[in-house]
Nanobody
Framework: QVQLVESGGGLVQAGGSLRLSCAAS????????MDWYRQAPGKQRELVAG???????NYANSVKGRFTISRDNAKNTVFLQMNSLKPEDTAVYYC?????????WGQGTQVTVSS
């Protein structure tokens, strides 16, 4: 069993920044990929950014140049630094982990960007 604890969401004005964090815990856990998805009301969940262990990050075109994903492998934690936020970034953001124990999701954290 893997537990993911997210933090860092909130309300911000357009042009502002937020930093999301997600810490994974579990016994005998080996993490392969950590990523962030988001789901806006009435829309499907979409990949925002992902990073494999030892790999290079990948980003959705809509966030390239504005968002940065990073990992602290020693702490099994992934971060999403979000800059130059836009109202269309408003969504619930979910952390995801692909691991030796399977695929797991965080509980989601709301990000709201006001215009």
């Amino acid at each position: 069993q893997v537990q993911l604890v997210e933090s860092g969401g909130g309300l911000v004005q357009a042009g502002g920044s937020l930093r999301l964090s997600c810490a994974a815990s579990g016994s005998s856990l080996s993490i392969y990929v950590m990523d962030w998805y988001r789901q806006a009301p009435g829309k499907q969940r979409e990949l925002v950014a992902g990073i494999a262990t030892g790999g290079t990050p990948n980003y959705a075109n809509s966030v390239k140049g504005r968002f940065t994903i990073s990992r602290d492998n020693a702490k099994n934690t992934v971060f999403l630094q979000m800059n130059s936020l836009k109202p269309e970034d408003t969504a619930v953001y979910y952390c995801g982990v692909s691991s030796s124990l399977g695929r797991y999701w965080g509980q989601g954290t709301q990000v709201t960007v006001s215009s």
